[in-house]
């Protein structure tokens, strides 16, 4: 049960297809490894004045070569990027589970605080998609100035029971990831993002946590597909995130 669960749940790829570079970005390859021992690939995408660091929690598919488009919004945001496979996808080893990726997420942040130097207050967590529940666990492990969830479902078991109404999810499903239980008692600001259009995950549940969220919270409504919205919506998006980190970073 536990194999076929994590076959639907994940869909890594081994391969980079593309790097920074190929947009005229300078990077860093960096390895870390997790408390647990494994070894974790990301890149560390800096920007020239630097206002905050994104750590970059991406979705349930591919790896970090098929997010150069939101490396690129970030950066002309003027933020640096880390952005990290989780176990089982691209160069990091391992396979992967919920605490799995915990680990990873936590991984990933203490690079910043110890290898970079760089405080809480000036970290903003993002996570897309599955990655918006990798987000909130971090958020809850470690402290930031913010967090973005952007297209996130509300738990792994409502999301199943979208996809597979005739089997008892409740008792299938070891990979819970129930953001909508956790969002209520972090107190850090946090911005969620959604597409009314989204193919994926409903909009009613980035709803959802935006509203069971505590206070400081603010909601996006974007346009467009799980996949994309955010490049559809590109200005609006951009402008959006600006204004929140405005208000909230140092």
Avoid at 144 to 156: D, K, N, Q, V
Avoid at 194 to 200: K, N, P, T
Wanted: charged share 25%.
């Amino acid at each position: 049960a536990r194999r076929f669960e994590r076959s639907q749940m994940y869909y890594p790829q081994a391969e980079l297809e593309t790097s920074p570079s190929e947009i005229g970005l300078d990077y860093e390859d960096v390895a870390l490894s997790a408390s647990d021992g494994v070894r974790i690939h990301g890149w560390w995408i800096p920007a020239v004045a630097s206002r905050g660091s994104v750590i970059f929690c991406h979705g349930n598919a591919g790896n970090i070569s098929h997010r150069l488009n939101s490396i690129r919004i970030f950066h002309e945001l003027g933020l640096d990027v880390f952005i990290y496979d989780y176990r089982g996808y691209g160069q990091s080893g391992g396979s992967p589970s919920e605490e799995g990726t915990y680990r990873d997420a936590t991984a990933a942040y203490d690079y910043l605080r110890k290898a970079r130097g760089i405080p809480p207050e000036r970290i903003i967590i993002f996570g897309r998609s599955l990655g918006g529940a990798v987000a909130v666990e971090l958020a809850h492990r470690r402290k930031a100035s913010a967090l973005i969830c952007e297209s996130a479902f509300t738990s792994a078991v409502d999301m199943g029971k979208l996809i597979f109404p005739f089997l008892p999810v409740d008792l299938l499903v070891f990979d819970k990831y129930d953001s909508v239980s956790k969002v209520g008692s972090l107190t850090l600001p946090k911005l969620f993002i959604h597409s009314r259009e989204d193919d994926l995950v409903p909009f009613e549940q980035g709803r959802r946590l935006y509203r069971v969220a505590a206070d400081p919270k603010e909601f996006l409504e974007i346009r467009g597909d799980h996949g994309e919205g955010f490049l559809e919506n590109e200005s609006t998006y951009c402008r959006a995130i600006d204004a929140f980190l405005g208000r909230y970073l140092p």
